[in-house]
């Protein structure tokens, strides 16, 4: 475990040791370290309500929107501590967040999504942003004329991401995008994130409940359970982890709900 | 201190629910209504019935309303138009020669009724659109009452309110005038006070904080919107008719403006929405803020000795008091009644402050 | 009933209507983006009139430089307004919210007031008294004007949706959080519909106070603002331009048929009551999204 996140100058996020309350009161992470490397595509799996939409918007800045702040630890992009800044300045040095759930802008067309989202990026570059995203997704470019609201679960959830690439972002985040999406469109919309991961060094944060298909795809993986990271290792290892096949990949179907019980008090243990 | 306790003990649940659950509450309670009770000995009759009385009708017009804004949550904004019903069924009641008891009473339920004809918009809509019918309900009524010489009074468009007799007993001299509105005034805020303890005042608090939540646990927010509008408007029929009885003498349109409606809402937001308390501070601010402004503009240009146009002097208080619901929004949503809260709780343990942390 | 004056009546009130369409603009115009109910739009057109007029008469301008320097002023004060007073309070319950901007109106009528004083001054922008006969009619040519301004700012507004801010400003109102999450500057963005909202409301008291001059009744646009806006839909431009229209025609043609009823001032009860009606029947106007609170 701990050679994997020694590799500190090749990463191009880390989270030290943070901590995120909502409404002042209620803490929602606690004292979450993750990495992810340059170039690389890490996952980030848990259960309902574990932390991981709140860590992802630890670090686009997104938790001001709701009432939540970061009381302490630190989000480092490429080095620099970003804990400070905006959600929009964030956004102009690379970071990408695709929101759970897709929201798209649904009054606009995707054509319209696709410029609104190049806001921080100069009028020349979200042309050129624009042709690149139509070119991974051409059925957004077939429907780029009519309401983002009338596409289909599918269609919204390229539309998020293609909106998210418009910013030029060296780091994606992408909050369950296979929510509510058929097998097939799940590994179609995962194969181009690899591609944009191969073909322009894209580093990838995924955020998951679909371990199956996620560990497809990614090289590293974060388990999160109520808010603190308990399980850290390479795609492959996590796939052949007992405990993950059991909870996250749905294995060992003849297991009981004491033995589920008797599994969170172990986790507890091992952190 | 005045409220220097070292904790609260309660044996019993009476004692828990009580209205004041601590002495020095009860002390205080007792001396304000023994001062206002006998304010009359100690006040000049012009502080009495310029100050004093309109203090005290309006706020008792500013509980109803907070009942209505403050624990059912529904936006207001034609108040004082229900007043206006009121103070009219009032003066045509007497002029008919019902004797004044019964005129506010009268008063009282049809403001209820029609009021609530403003619940059967809070009844479809809510929220901004509510605001917006009720302010259009407002105009409504507004134009009726102008526009229709049977309620105006025909074209003189003020109308004179005969004296008030109770029990057959004139009663014109200040002091009299001052203990129909003190008393007034003491019967709303008891009826505000116990509410909060009754399943009605619940129900209301659960309305305004999700109205479908509120039905999923078998509260009717439809029967309660209904109750709250009914209850409100009746106490703001009867201090129009108090206000006009006791204070005006005479009825107008005007009195019961539009803008009328927002200076209720003001006092109840610079009180503090749902405070009880804080309807006595904020009535008493917005009432007295204008003339103590005019009073420090005048030392003012005094002291730097400039003088300032009449029009400049005639809308500056107005101006004033528009930066000051905007400063209190701004600074203490919760308005004066929360400034009291806070620096009651601070004195209660005072000076043990840490107690508290 | 004198059809003639009837169809007058409700051709030169479709043309006031569409001036009410200004109004509603501007309200339409800061909803859409941030979802605040300006109910301070009326004293906005009432403080660019007064403001015009400083620079009319106080620094002896030209109406045509007063106009642009207006526009500029307004423009400024517009961004003031977000900053200063509603910034703090976003995500505030909309009890709070109105109450700033009713707090925002009595501030700016009762300031320009303090300033300016109440008195009626006329603004003269050249538009002559003598009116324009279309067959029969007579049709008002200060209403005449102010209708075909009102529709060339409809269309410029359309065309400002299309562009790359507008985009921006027409995402920051369908989803914040979204926007913030591809580096939208969502501050900005309110900040900036309001600055439109005021340069609207100064074109606004522009043919309004030639009109009627300049004095505290611009505020009371403001109801008609609200009605037109709501009539409309709110959040719906066009909407706001053809509900102007008619509930220009219905007052006209109402005050004709309900005044000598009446007797006199029913344009303020009609529009009172299409409001009521409205919201009670169709909350979400003619040409309003579907998101309506609806209990
Ligand atoms: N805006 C908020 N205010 C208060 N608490 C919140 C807020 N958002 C999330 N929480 C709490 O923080 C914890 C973590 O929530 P989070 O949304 O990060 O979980 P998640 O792992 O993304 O779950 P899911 O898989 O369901 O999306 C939960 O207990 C949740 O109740
Ligand atoms: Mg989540």
């Known amino acids: 475990m701990a050679a994997i996140t020694e590799a500190k100058a090749g990463n191009i996020l880390t989270l030290n040791n943070v901590e995120v309350v909502y409404d002042y009161v209620s803490l929602a992470i606690k004292g979450v370290s993750l990495a992810v490397p340059q170039g690389g595509m890490v996952a980030l799996l848990g259960a309902n309500g574990a932390g991981k939409s709140t860590t992802l918007k630890s670090i686009s800045g997104l938790l001001a929107a709701e009432r939540g702040e970061v009381r302490r630890g630190e989000v480092a992009f490429q080095g620099q501590p970003i804990n400070a800044l905006m959600p929009q300045d964030r956004v102009r040095l690379g970071i990408a967040h695709v929101l759970e759930g897709r929201r798209v802008f649904e009054h606009l067309t995707p054509d319209e999504n696709l410029i609104a989202a190049s806001a921080v990026r100069s009028r020349h570059d979200a042309a050129r942003n624009k042709d690149r995203v139509y070119s991974y997704f051409p059925r957004l470019f077939e429907r780029r004329g009519s309401a983002a609201g009338y596409l289909s679960g599918g269609e919204q959830q390229m539309l998020a991401i293609g909106r998210a690439l418009m910013t030029q972002p060296k780091l994606l985040m992408l909050d369950e995008p296979s929510l509510g999406l058929a097998p097939f469109l799940v590994a179609e919309i995962f194969q181009i994130l690899s591609r944009i991961n191969r073909e322009d060094g894209l580093s990838v944060l995924l955020v998951e409940q679909n371990a199956i298909a996620a560990l497809e795809i990614v090289s590293h993986g974060y388990l999160i359970e109520s808010g603190r990271i308990v399980m850290h290792d390479t795609a492959e290892a996590l796939k052949r982890n007992p405990d993950i096949q059991e909870f996250y990949l749905g294995g060992a179907e003849n297991k009981n709900f004491r033995d589920i019980k008797h599994y969170r008090r172990r986790k507890r243990w091992l952190t | 201190m005045l409220f220097r306790q070292a904790g609260i003990l309660h044996t019993n649940y009476a004692q828990d629910r009580a209205l004041f659950p601590i002495p020095a509450d009860r002390w205080m309670i007792g001396g304000l209504l023994l001062l206002a009770a006998t304010a009359p000995l100690y006040l000049n009759s012009l502080y009495l019935s310029s100050y004093l009385l309109p203090w005290l009708v309006w706020t008792a017009a500013a509980l109803g309303l907070n009942l209505i804004l403050g624990w059912a949550g529904q936006f207001h904004l034609g108040y004082a138009a229900v007043m206006g019903i009121g103070a009219y069924a009032a003066v045509h009641a007497q002029r008919a020669g019902v004797p004044w008891e019964i005129a506010i009473v009268l008063a009282g339920l049809t403001a209820a009724v029609i009021g609530s004809v403003f619940a059967f918009a809070a009844l479809r809509v809510k929220g901004l659109y509510l605001a917006l019918s009720t302010l259009a309900l407002q105009f409504v009524m507004d134009w009726t009452i102008s526009h229709v010489p049977a309620i105006s009074g025909g074209t003189q468009a003020t109308l004179q309110a005969p004296d008030i007799r109770l029990l057959g007993q004139a009663v014109t001299s200040d002091a009299g005038l001052y203990y129909v509105a003190l008393v007034w005034c003491v019967l709303v805020t008891t009826f505000m006070l116990n509410l909060r303890r009754t399943a009605l005042g619940r129900a209301l608090v659960a309305v305004r904080e999700k109205d479908y939540a509120a039905a999923v646990i078998g509260v009717n927010s439809f029967y309660f919107k209904l109750v709250a509008f009914a209850t409100s408007s009746f106490i703001a029929g009867v201090s129009g008719a108090v206000l006009i009885g006791t204070f005006y003498h005479a009825v107008t349109p005007e009195q019961f403006s539009v803008d009328v409606s927002i200076q209720a809402l003001a006092m109840v937001i610079v009180g503090g929405l749902g405070s009880i308390i804080g309807s006595y501070f904020g009535a008493g601010f917005i009432l007295l803020m204008p003339g103590a402004m005019n009073s420090f503009i005048s030392w003012l240009t005094g002291l730097f000795g400039f003088s300032l146009g009449i029009e400049t002097l005639a809308h500056l208080p107005h101006a004033l008091y528009g930066a000051l619901i905007i400063g209190f929004l701004l600074l203490e949503p919760l308005g004066l009644g929360k400034i009291y809260g806070n620096v009651r709780d601070y004195l209660l343990v005072w000076p043990f402050g840490y107690v508290k942390k | ?295």
């Open chain 3, 1 to 295: 009933m004198d059809i003639l004056l009837l169809l007058e009546s409700a051709l030169n009130g479709a043309l006031v209507g569409l001036m009410y369409s200004l109004v509603a603009m501007g309200i339409v115009l800061i909803y859409k983006s941030s979802s605040v109910p300006n109910l301070a739009q009326g004293a906005m057109v009432m403080l660019a009139g007064y403001v015009i007029l400083a620079f009319a008469n106080q620094l002896h301008l030209p109406i045509w430089a007063a106009i642009p320097l207006g526009i500029v002023t307004m423009f400024v004060i517009g961004i003031g307004i977000e900053r200063v007073a509603l910034r703090r309070l976003a995500g505030r319950p909309i009890i709070m919210i109105l109450m700033m901007t009713l707090g925002i109106e009595i501030f700016l009528r009762a300031g320009s007031m303090t300033i300016w004083g109440g008195t009626s001054r006329p603004l003269p922008i050249g538009i002559s008294d003598s009116p324009l006969f279309l067959g029969p009619l007579l049709i008002n040519r200060a209403y005449a004007v102010g209708a075909g301004v009102a529709v060339v700012m409809f269309v410029l507004l359309v065309l400002f949706f299309r562009t790359r801010i507008g985009v921006v400003l027409r995402a920051i109102s369908d989803d914040y959080t979204a926007a913030w999450s591809v580096g939208i500057s969502v501050e900005r963005g309110v900040a900036l519909s309001w600055a439109i909202s005021a340069v609207v409301a100064t074109i606004a008291a522009v043919l309004w106070g030639s009109v009627q001059g300049v004095d505290q009744s611009l505020a009371l646009l403001l109801l008609k603002g609200v009605t037109v806006a709501v009539l409309g839909g709110l959040d719906s431009i066009g909407g706001a331009l053809l509900a102007g229209i008619l509930l220009g025609i219905v007052e006209g043609t109402a005050s004709v048929v309900l005044d000598p009823l009446l007797g006199g001032a029913s344009r303020e009860l009609v529009d009172a009551a299409m409001l009521i009606l409205t919201i009670m029947l169709r909350p979400h106007g003619l040409f309003g999204r579907h998101d309506i609170e609806r209990v």
